[in-house]
């Protein structure tokens, strides 16, 4: 008995380390397959079970591929390749589809109107030609050059056809680069006769899955799988054409199969070009014809791509960007940011919509330079990137009012007080109109809440985010559901809604906000409830709300003194001792001024929105592990290789510092006496 002893402990002590094993096995995403499947099955069991059945395995011309479905939408992918698909994205798309129903209704409304003026201007002048024709026969007959009563050839805008396919397979190759732009070819238009509407229909309510001859021309520049564009063609009404486009063979190849896939030929064309160079040779005036719509969803930063989107969309048209690259919007990497960007951002609590305002700020100095201004409809901050759907117009005069709508961005280091000043601003005395610029605010050298230095950040856009006009409507058709156009909800529909609803609640004229813990921590502080806190702002007579940015946002019109006398007056009823102690700290200063605003925490009802009210899903959890954006190589992996390398990698430098020269570290390895 006592012999056995030892082998049962050997036993045991086995046993604990395959459990360990198969524990980090299944926190990477793996699961165990029955003894009877094959490789291949097991790889897609884990893809089913990583994604709760989004992902299956389909039997197409007798090759197994993995059919990936989101909305609408059905992509396939080689069962053990790596595939451009990441699910978190689900919302951007859910988000994007929901401002194009919107935005194509309401852009086809205002061609249709335009028609009609169009058509009616033509009338009365052809009435005026003819009246003065007839008066100039009666004076001089036979006086009339044929020439001048001619109908003039007027050139017509290019046709899907007249893009170009670059035939490119890496970016990175030296023969890639110089073939980009030279070795071009032209494909095939979408626009075959399976689902047009009639050419002259200016009218009803557009239909979805059909050509529609006035719809909009959309372009996707960085398609990668195709998934949004075969989404947009499935579920966003009114649609002429989208071009889905990416610089990659093997992308091309995929899209190509995921479009015959969904047989939406008929409305979306593959195309292989560089975006840029896509985007010039279509901006108009002879250079192409210009899109309704460009959506740009690139790997990091979009700077590369603007100068050719603000000339490429057509008047009134629409520009979807995103940027992920949030740690250089965010305030990590000045120099880069102002390098991409034109712009320095703040490494603060609120630096979300400072990314927003940056981003916009980008967007309207590019547009400025070819007599464009843009119009912000949506622009959110989620997950690990910022979105933005903006319409650009032309007009000298708007170009010149744009200094006003962007400024610098001054903010205290101790207490993080931002003040903005914009680069000028108009005055109008009668028929004088003078454009001045702004002086710097008087106390620039030192904070006068609790006299700390600042620092200088910008320029940053400083007019609305949104257009609530705009929100109203998109929420209103959410709320219609299947009674429009609808086959079936969105798949994070609850989320947009919730999304939408809090960008409708913020204060349009207050750029940034407050973060209440931020705002007792400088002082020493316990927080107290957030809506405590709106109440005594509410009460004092200003206005106040949330910001979808953040969770315990306070977004406000009252004037910071007034905001910091508040902090004070809960400093009372939850004393900061240590902080009062410390002369030398900025809430040491904060806490010792007189307060001038009578402070009342009684609850107010405004101090709780609508959408805590209607439980809207307002700041969801993370929605998986690893979900952040993955390498350059490839946006998402079937499979947990990836994340399996990450986990292995997690505190290398800080194992290497313990290990002393020339010792051996023993990882994980257990050792028994």
């Excluded at 049962?8 to 699961?31: C, E, I, P, T, Y």
């Amino acid at each position: 008995m006592k012999g056995s002893c030892p082998k049962l402990l050997a036993s045991l002590r086995s046993l604990k380390r395959f459990k360990d094993k198969a524990a980090k096995l299944m926190d990477a995403g793996n699961m165990l397959a029955s003894a009877k499947s094959d490789d291949k099955n097991l790889t897609n069991a884990v893809c089913q079970k990583k994604e709760n059945g989004r992902i299956k395995e389909v039997i197409v011309n007798g090759v197994s591929l993995s059919e990936v479905s989101e909305g609408q939408g059905k992509v396939l992918f080689p069962s053990s390749n790596k595939v451009f698909y990441n699910p978190v994205q689900e919302f951007n798309r859910d988000m994007s589809i929901t401002i194009l129903r919107l935005f194509a209704s309401q852009y086809m409304l205002e061609r249709r109107n335009s028609h009609k003026k169009n058509k009616f201007e033509t009338k009365f002048t052809t009435s005026s030609n003819e009246n003065s024709e007839d008066k100039l026969h009666d004076l001089k007959p036979n006086a009339i050059p044929g020439s001048v009563l001619g109908s003039c050839n007027v050139a017509q805008p290019k046709n899907v056809s007249d893009l170009t396919d670059c035939s490119n397979s890496n970016l990175n190759d030296k023969s890639t680069q110089e073939e980009v732009g030279i070795n071009c070819t032209t494909f095939e238009s979408s626009n075959n006769s399976q689902g047009i509407e009639e050419p002259g229909n200016l009218s009803g309510v557009p239909e979805l899955g059909v050509v529609n001859a006035n719809g909009l021309r959309i372009l996707e520049a960085l398609a990668a799988s195709g998934l949004r564009s075969i989404r947009y063609a499935k579920e966003v009404p009114g649609i002429k054409e989208i071009i889905a486009n990416d610089l990659s063979k093997q992308a091309v190849e995929c899209m190509r199969k995921n479009i015959e896939y969904n047989h939406v030929e008929h409305l979306v064309s593959p195309s292989q070009c560089d975006a840029s160079l896509l985007l010039y040779i279509n901006r108009g005036h002879g250079s192409g014809e210009q899109f309704d719509v460009i959506d740009l969803d690139p790997y990091g930063s979009p700077h590369l791509f603007l100068d050719g989107a603000v000339q490429a969309v057509s008047e009134g048209g629409l520009l979807l960007v995103t940027c992920t690259d949030m740690a250089v919007l965010c305030g990590n990497s000045p120099d880069t940011c102002y390098s991409k960007y034109g712009s320095t951002s703040l490494k603060i609590r609120s630096c979300h919509e400072i990314a927003l305002r940056i981003a916009l700020q980008s967007l309207e100095s590019h547009a400025n330079r070819y007599g464009r201004y843009i119009e912000p409809l949506v622009s959110m901050s989620a997950d690990f990137y910022i979105r933005m759907a903006v319409r650009v117009r032309t007009s000298a005069l708007k170009v010149k009012e744009s200094y006003t709508k962007v400024g610098m961005m001054y903010r205290c280091v101790g207490c993080d007080t931002i003040t903005t000043t914009p680069m000028g601003h108009i005055v109008v005395d009668g028929r004088s109109v003078k454009h001045k610029l702004s002086r710097v605010p008087p106390f620039i050298h030192a904070c006068q809440h609790c006299n700390s230095k600042h620092e200088m950040a910008g320029p940053v856009w400083l007019g609305a985010l949104h257009n609530h006009d705009f929100l109203d409507a998109m929420l209103a058709q959410l709320e219609e559901g299947s009674g429009t156009f609808f086959t079936k909800p969105l798949g994070t529909e609850r989320r947009v809604m919730g999304m939408l609803q809090m960008m409708k609640e913020e204060l349009p004229d207050v750029p940034f906000y407050y973060v209440h813990d931020k705002l007792c921590q400088v002082v020493g502080t316990m927080p107290g409830k957030l809506q405590r806190f709106k109440s005594a702002l509410l009460n004092a007579g200003y206005r106040v709300s949330s910001s979808h940015c953040h969770k315990t946002s306070i977004k406000t019109d009252a004037p910071a003194e007034v905001v910091w006398d508040v902090v004070r007056a809960h400093e009372r009823t939850e004393p900061a001792h240590r902080m009062r102690a410390n002369a030398d700290a900025p809430g040491h200063f904060l806490l010792n001024r007189p307060s001038t605003t009578e402070v009342d925490f009684r609850a107010h009802p405004d101090a709780n929105p609508e959408s805590q009210q209607k439980s809207l899903l307002r700041f969801q959890l993370n929605p998986e592990k690893f979900w952040g954006p993955a390498t350059r190589d490839a946006t998402k992996v079937l499979g947990e290789d990836q994340q399996t390398k990450k986990l292995r990698n997690q505190g290398r430098n800080a194992r290497k510092r313990k290990v002393p020269d020339g010792g051996h570290d023993g990882g994980t390895e257990n050792t028994e006496a």
